[in-house]
């Protein structure tokens, strides 16, 4: 019954990479934008990218040219390659329904339960 599922999270060492996946159902992929967040201990949850239907993408200052946001139509999952991470990367992240409105990502408030991604010095 979960619209949203995420996988791929770990442990993985300062500069190396790391994919995550978000799998939707087939209705809820067709239907809306989906974005990557982020909240570390302590900190606000913060939009990481987001990829609307058409495939048009945007990002957070901190991971352009690090991190990519793609869909793949025959799985209905959104995936987020990670490279070059760092420490700062650490948090849990999470899969969220929303939409594109004049090139910003709005949140619908459907949410994944999240995966855990950890980087080590």
């Known amino acids: 019954q979960l619209l949203l599922e995420e996988s791929g999270g770990g442990l993985v060492q300062s500069g190396g990479s790391l994919t995550l996946s978000c799998a939707a159902t087939?209705?809820?992929?067709?239907?809306?934008?989906i974005a990557w967040y982020r909240q570390a201990p302590g900190k606000e949850r913060e939009l990481v990218a987001a990829r609307d239907t058409s495939g048009a993408t945007n990002y957070a200052d901190s991971v352009k040219g690090r991190f990519t946001i793609s869909g793949d139509n025959a799985k209905n999952t959104v995936s987020l390659q990670m490279n070059s991470l760092t420490v700062e990367d650490t948090a849990m992240y999470y899969c969220?329904?929303?939409?594109?409105?004049?090139?910003?990502?709005?949140?619908?408030?459907?949410w994944g339960q999240g995966t855990q991604v950890t980087v080590s010095s």
């Open positions: 087939r209705s809820a992929f067709n239907t809306y934008a």
């Open positions: 969220n329904l929303g939409i594109f409105f004049r090139g910003n990502y709005q949140t619908g408030g459907t």
